[in-house]
């Protein structure tokens, strides 16, 4: 490996501490949610959103009262190959199987195949270290499995059915004399 190249990987190495330092309480209420939606550590999750700019769309979402919406898109992995060692080529173990970036469904392209969670604020409030005690008031958490289909943008509709079928459609069934 050249000086060069081990050089830009400490760069990054610092600069992914840099941010690791600013993640707070709000960061990990989200973090955490995630991670435990999929079952996997919050430390996977935290690698994967202090690359590029997402901490800075944690930040909007919590402090400009106009964002309402946040959402976290987790593409199925790959399914493991029984054939090398360790389910990989070259036989050395993958780092992380989750992968996790947040998107606002426009810039990003989504994957067929995932999960999206997303957080809607409630309010028009910053969240503030201050007022971090009311996030589970502020905030309410869903989300949506999403699966490759045959048919372009079929996934997003068969998500959304799932959720009505399994959420919507039985918690309104058991309101009774509403609307």
Request: proline share 6%.
């Amino acid at each position: 490996m050249s000086v060069v190249s081990l050089a830009v990987q400490q760069k990054a190495r610092e600069e992914k501490e840099h941010k690791r330092g600013r993640l707070d309480a709000r960061h990990n209420h989200l973090l955490r949610t995630v991670a435990d939606h999929l079952m996997v550590p919050q430390t996977d999750i935290e690698d994967n959103i202090l690359e590029g700019f997402q901490i800075e769309l944690m930040d909007q979402f919590f402090l400009k009262p106009a964002i309402s919406l946040i959402m976290f898109c987790a593409p199925k992995p790959e399914p493991i190959d029984a054939t090398t060692p360790n389910g990989v080529a070259g036989g050395k173990p993958p780092k992380s199987r989750v992968k996790v970036y947040i998107t606002d469904c426009k810039a990003e392209r989504m994957e067929p195949d995932c999960t999206i969670m997303y957080f809607i604020k409630t309010v028009e409030k910053p969240i503030t270290l201050e007022s971090v005690m009311l996030m589970h008031k502020w905030l309410n958490f869903g989300y949506l499995e999403l699966a490759r289909t045959e048919v372009k943008g079929a996934h997003m509709v068969k998500g959304i059915a799932e959720m009505l079928h399994r959420v919507y459609i039985p918690a309104l069934t058991n309101f009774n004399n509403w609307g």
